[in-house]
Nanobody, 114 residues
Framework: QVQLVESGGGLVQPGGSLRLSCAASGIIFNIYTMGWYRQAPGKQRELVARISSGGSTQYADSVKGRFTISRENAKNTVHLHMNSLKPEDTAVYYC????????WGQGTQVTVSS
């Protein structure tokens, strides 16, 4: 059974940083694309960043230059490093794994507020 468990969310002031992590189990991790979506209240879920098995990355325009996605295949973990956070980054962040069908984590809240 595939499980994705996120960690690292919380409350941070504008301009601050957070690192989200997502640990995968029950699957051969390093051959699949993984990434992060987010959903703010009243808005649709949107792709934030993703990373392929080969390490190619893609980012939403709104986070380019501020967020970095990385993966540690030996630990079955993907990270999202978020810098220069803005109030509009406030959302629930969901980790996902794409193997044709998509698996989701439970989500972790990120709140950017002074």
């Amino acid at each position: 059974q595939v499980q994705l468990v996120e960690s690292g969310g919380g409350l941070v002031q504008p301009g601050g940083s957070l690192r989200l992590s997502c640990a995968a189990s029950g699957i051969i991790f390093n051959i699949y694309t993984m990434g992060w979506y987010r959903q703010a209240p009243g808005k649709q879920r949107e792709l934030v960043a993703r990373i392929s098995s080969g390490g190619s990355t893609q980012y939403a325009d709104s986070v380019k230059g501020r967020f970095t996605i990385s993966r540690e295949n030996a630990k079955n973990t993907v990270h999202l490093h978020m810098n220069s956070l803005k109030p509009e980054d406030t959302a629930v962040y969901y980790c996902y794994l794409d193997r044709g069908s998509t698996y989701w984590g439970q989500g972790t809240q990120v709140t950017v507020s002074s």
